[in-house]
T-cell receptor, first 108, second 115 residues
Framework: KNEVEQSPQNLTAQEGEFITINCSYSVGISALHWLQQHPGGGIVSLFMLSSGKKKHGRLIATINIQEKHSSLHITASHPRDSAVYICAVRGTGNQFYFGTGTSLTVIP | DAGVTQSPTHLIKTRGQQVTLRCSPKSGHDTVSWYQQALGQGPQFIFQYYEEEERQRGNFPDRFSGHQFPNYSSELNVNALLLGDSALYLC??????????????FGNGTRLTVT
């Protein structure tokens, strides 16, 4: 069993839709990261969370430490949001664990 | 301000050969981590270097080794390449001492193909 589980694995949405990607983890963490990976491989860090909620533009990330769960929301989705979104946690031993990613396609 | 740079971008090697991948961290960063990402999978942590020493290691065999130089740049070496080593190898840098408040900065990766 992976330390980090994401759902769904694949997601197709119409432009403008509200999107939610979920992440559950089974290890103790010091922080959780949401990452965006575009075709070609480059990864961009979207959020780093240790509690509560963060918002950046149309992106919102929340974390519930007690439930070991985080969500990434995209409001008013756009085709340029199409990418793979990866949840990663920094364990208390300072090692990173990654989910397998959610592949998002937003159709115009 | 240069971000994380990796070289080469693509590499083709033959089974049994050895390969060296290189990473220059973001300016001001002193910690480098390496990750292997197989097609369709999330990255897997290989190891992390700080102060020229391996500090953390994931579940990878000794064929995977690394080095960090005084200028904080790093190399990943893989010996006796196997077909299963074909993957995207990502480097990420961060600043030690910031605890869990250190965001990750990734390079664009090196695509290694073993034939």
């Amino acid at each position: 069993k992976n330390e980090v589980e994401q759902s769904p694995q694949n997601l197709t949405a119409q432009e403008g839709e509200f999107i939610t990607i979920n992440c559950s983890y089974s290890v103790g963490i010091s922080a959780l990261h949401w990452l965006q990976q575009h075709p070609g491989g480059g990864i961009v860090s979207l959020f780093m969370l240790s509690s509560g909620k963060k918002k950046h533009g149309r992106l919102i990330a929340t974390i519930n430490i007690q439930e070991k769960h985080s969500s990434l929301h995209i409001t008013a989705s756009h085709p340029r949001d199409s990418a793979v979104y990866i949840c990663a946690v920094r364990g208390t031993g300072n090692q990173f664990y990654f989910g397998t990613g959610t592949s998002l396609t937003v159709i115009p | 301000d240069a971000g994380v740079t990796q070289s080469p971008t693509h590499l083709i090697k033959t089974r049994g050969q050895q390969v060296t991948l290189r990473c220059s961290p973001k300016s001001g960063h002193d910690t480098v981590s390496w990750y292997q990402q197989a097609l369709g999978q999330g990255p897997q942590f290989i190891f992390q270097y700080y102060e020229e020493e391996e500090r953390q290691r994931g579940n990878f065999p000794d064929r995977f080794s690394g080095h960090q130089f005084p200028n904080y740049s790093s190399e990943l070496n893989v010996n006796a390449l196997l077909l299963g080593d074909s993957a995207l190898y990502l480097c990420a840098s961060s600043l030690a001492g910031t605890g869990y408040n250190s965001p990750l900065h990734f390079g664009n990766g090196t695509r290694l193909t073993v034939t």
